[in-house]
DNA sequence: CGCGACGTTGATTTGCCTCAACGATTGTGG
DNA sequence: CCACAATCGTTGAGGCAAATCAACGTCGCG
């Protein structure tokens, strides 16, 4: 099944019972996008949040110029969402989309406080995604104070050795800062060390 | 009490009892440092939060060549530590340092935990934390993917007026990534507009 | 007083961007 | 199933934002 993802991922965190999780299971709803769907425009709210089962999806916000910048890019066994306004109920500045095409479960923000109040395991579970989530933004963001682009593109292949040759390297350099122009180079000039 | 503004920004968020309150009193302890004084170094495990009651505390790491990267600004009301040690118990790559003479309030993790156990609504208010922390680093990360330096900076002015005026503004620069020589010309320009 | 931290200003350099042109690949509709 | 458009990657020339290096004035403080 394809939830077995899922419970795997929670596995790794907490351990669950039958019950919790077939009502965990009774909660979550899957979905398969093609490539270049948008999950989620700017200005919407964002009532989901995406696990994903396979694929890939980015989540990004358009700058004043049209040019877009990547937040995130989750893979195979990721959550993924606008996490703001998931939160705040507020629209929210992110569009979310599936690179290729993308096979997810949905979890409503209702279903998951359901989830919490009924299943406090559940509750932490998403707590230790969050607290490493914020470490990882932090990190990001010491990073790109302190890190050339190309410093920061080793870095980047050596945590996300799966996405790194999966997707379009014009993410990748939307993720990392620079222009696609630029990344080019960047890449060619490594490869001849 | 100095415990009072610690007891307001809960209270912002859930509501304590008197008995509550008083078991949080009794696991926080009160430190004041002199501007420059090292709260927490490099390699260290970061065992404490702090919530600082009166001064300024500032986050960093220093790179390789030296060069300070600021992290993070906490002035009154606001916590700080090293999420990531604080968290993993690992030694982070954080320092955490008074601009000025600081007075905080110590939380040992393992008290916090206490707490967690004993106040379920003191965990939700952590919760809360860190979930606005997410998001406000999610925002930077974006805001330094598509602004200039002079958006980032008003930004910033809007963002955290009360710290703007107080400290040296070569700390300035280092959250938002420039020079201080930078940071000056930048700043000249924007008054003459 | 004198030292150290901070801020400013100037001259020069550089990392990265912009604009433009051109293959290669892909996928999609006729 | 092919033709065409769209997307992606590469390369070149030129430009700009921000860094670097250096010098100097100011202030607060031991």
Redesign the pocket.
């Known amino acids: 099944m394809l939830v077995d993802l899922l419970l795997k991922s929670i596995a790794k965190h907490v351990v669950l019972t039958e019950e919790e999780q077939a009502f965990l299971c009774s909660k979550v709803s899957q979905k398969t996008y093609k490539?270049k769907a948008l999950l989620l425009e700017e200005n919407e709210i964002c009532h989901h949040s995406f696990f994903v089962i396979e694929g890939i999806l980015q989540s990004y916000n358009i700058d004043e110029q049209g040019v877009k910048h990547t937040l995130s890019l989750a893979t195979t066994g990721w959550w993924i969402a606008d996490m703001y306004s998931f939160l705040s109920g507020k629209p929210g500045q992110l569009y979310i989309e599936a690179i290729e095409n993308t096979t997810v479960l949905c979890l409503h923000k209702d279903d998951q406080q359901l989830l919490f109040d009924r299943i406090p395991k559940i509750d932490r579970y998403f707590r230790i995604l969050i607290e490493n989530s914020l470490i990882a933004n932090q990190q990001r963001i010491i990073d790109n104070l302190s890190l050339?682009?190309?410093e920061r593109y080793e870095r980047f292949c050596a945590k996300h050795p799966t996405i790194k040759d999966k997707v379009?390297?014009?993410h990748i350099a939307s993720y990392l800062?620079?222009?696609?122009?630029?990344f080019?180079?960047m890449?060619?000039k490594l490869l001849t060390k």
């Open positions: 490539a050339t682009a190309e379009p390297q014009i800062g620079v222009t696609p122009e630029f080019s180079r890449k060619r």
